[in-house]
């Protein structure tokens, strides 16, 4: 499965939109360099207030753009960054993923998947009632988390949009992606 990069956004300062950029250097087992959640144990306010010493399987956040035009169907406006993420993507089934997945980004960044982003509450800060666009339930009442997936950086390296995203799915049996 690939895809592509669509845009690259990240932050110095906690704030829950990230402004694009032009690219975005990746960190080997820290994340974006010069993002807030970048390191090696958690970032996140509410998981350091849990535990400091977790390790950050938090590092770099990516969302398709196709829920862009998913919610834009019920009235809402989103744009890359504007939901918190590093990489927005194009043509990949992110949330299809199982976790381990290696995602080999431009010429040489390699993430691992870790999980679901949990979203927050944050998200109805932004604009009132997307919380429930991006969470939701299926048929069967399973919670089902739209807002994008968590990696760690492999190999770092330069993100720029455009590039072009592969994905190397683990030895099976594959593992569903769990919020982290």
């Known amino acids: 499965m690939s ?3 669509t845009a690259v ?3 110095g300062e906690y704030s829950f939109t990230k402004p694009n950029r032009d690219s975005i250097t990746l960190l080997a087992g820290l994340g974006v360099e010069g993002d ?3 390191g090696v144990t958690v970032k996140h306010r509410s998981r350091v207030a849990q535990d400091p010493t977790q390790p950050n399987l ?6 398709h753009e196709e829920l862009f035009a998913e919610v834009a169907a019920d009235g809402f406006e989103v744009a890359p960054g504007e939901l918190g993420e590093n990489i927005t993507t194009a043509g990949i089934d992110l ?3 199982p976790a381990g997945t290696l995602l080999r980004i431009g010429d040489s960044a390699v993430l691992e998947v870790t999980g679901l982003r949990n979203p927050c509450l944050q998200i109805d800060t932004f604009q009132d009632g ?4 991006v969470v939701g339930r299926d048929e069967a009442g399973n919670v089902v988390r739209k807002a994008g997936i968590m990696s760690v950086v492999r190999e770092g390296g330069v993100v720029r949009p455009g590039d072009r995203i592969e994905s ?5 049996p594959h593992r569903a992606l769990e919020r982290v």
């Open 9 to 11: 956004s990240s932050n």
């Open 130 to 133: 997307l919380l429930k666009r």
């Open 36 to 38: 807030v959640h970048a």
């Open 58 to 63: 938090r590092q770099v956040h990516l969302m």
């Open 3 to 5: 895809g592509r990069v």
């Open 168 to 172: 190397e799915l683990p030895a099976g």
């Open 95 to 97: 949330l299809g993923l």
